[in-house]
């Protein structure tokens, strides 16, 4: 739980910036956050949002390691150049926006980078917020050995055909069948993407395959409720999710 | 993209960011998650050339009331150029 650190406790973390061999070996930039100190970790790959690879995420992979998690958040969007990351992002999104498969690979990359870590336990989640959240539960779906995911929010879920492009050929929710690993859920139920409906079809079709999940959904709080750099930001309901997901993780990656 | 609302169009101008003035080829419409400003959507206006590099763009964001204001008065001002002989369909930016 957060701030439930004992004040004679050594709490540290180290973080860099470091290159590894993403999707087809391409070495891209990743951020890691690892806690200080023997021991080894459960691992997190930090799937980054549609505002690119930013100082939030920064923000939000220390968190996770004071907490006792070693992440590794990739910078999928390495290979389309750099500069400030919202100006890269404006890039990416004149150009249809990142591939799947490229984000995919790029994590499958991330997580047998963690598993080679001398200081990771083996148990490694992915999660992610936005359409980092989408991408998060794609990768948990098509890449074997995560052991949980977490979809913050994650808009394109469900989508129709219409809202699919080159770059998203494929709606998660199609590959649930194929989901092996439990997965929670924290949405807004004043968001429009993911929409109150499409977060009931996205639990329908869970049921239906009879899969490990968690959805939790608050009132008062849209998209991007973390966000505490912007007015979406909703301290509650924020918090309560903080501890949903510490839970979620010490259930399922603890050995 | 969270919403998928973008569209793109290759054009031929000028605009003056971080590395002063330079040459645009394309224009970005989309309507998504702002960088600044209190919205959780708004259209996103970007004239770049990325061929220089990432930062080579002038990005504007509006609301969606300020964006209809302004195809309004562009639309207007296309017009009025064109009604008063200004801008000869040869003409183009060179």
Request: net charge negative; hydrophobic share 40%.
């Amino acid at each position: 739980m957060w701030n439930s650190f004992r004040t004679d406790a050594q709490v540290s973390i180290e973080t860099e910036i470091i290159r590894y061999p993403g999707g087809g070996g391409d070495q891209i930039h990743a951020y890691i956050a690892r806690p200080r100190g023997a021991g080894r970790h459960p691992g997190v790959v930090l799937v980054h949002h549609m505002p690119g690879w930013d100082e939030f995420y920064q923000e939000f992979a220390e968190r996770l390691a004071r907490h006792g998690y070693l992440v590794i958040c990739p910078d999928l969007y390495c290979r389309f150049g750099h500069g400030t990351s919202d100006d890269v992002t404006a890039k990416v999104r004149s150009q249809g926006g990142v591939h799947d498969d490229s984000v995919v690979a790029d994590c499958g990359a991330a997580l047998a980078w963690l598993k080679a870590q001398p200081d990771c336990s083996g148990k490694v989640a992915i999660m992610g917020t936005c359409s980092g959240g989408r991408h998060a539960l794609l990768a948990a779906s098509r890449v074997p050995g995560f052991a949980a995911v977490v979809d913050l929010w994650g808009g394109g879920v469900v989508a129709s055909p219409d809202q699919l492009s080159p770059a998203r050929p494929v709606a998660p929710i199609d590959y649930t069948k194929d989901l092996q690993v439990p997965l929670l859920g924290l949405f807004g139920n004043d968001d429009r993407s993911p929409s109150p409906d499409q977060v009931d079809l996205h639990e329908a079709e869970l049921r239906k395959y009879g899969k490990d999940y968690e959805f939790h959904r608050y009132d008062g709080a849209g998209h991007g409720f973390f966000y505490y750099h912007t007015p979406n930001y909703r301290p509650a309901q924020t918090m309560d999710a903080w501890g949903k997901i510490f839970a979620f993780f010490q259930k399922h990656l603890s050995d | 993209m969270c919403t998928m609302i973008s569209n793109t169009v290759r054009m031929r101008g000028a605009a003056k960011g971080r590395p002063g003035w330079f040459g645009i080829t394309q224009a970005t419409v989309a309507f998504d998650h702002p960088v600044n400003g209190g919205l959780e959507h708004a259209v996103l206006l970007d004239f770049s050339n990325y061929a220089l590099e990432p930062g080579a763009r002038v990005a504007v964001e509006l609301d969606l009331a300020s964006a209809r204001a302004l195809v309004d008065k562009l639309t207007a001002a296309l017009d009025a150029a064109e009604a008063g002989g200004f801008a000869p369909d040869a003409e183009t930016w060179r």
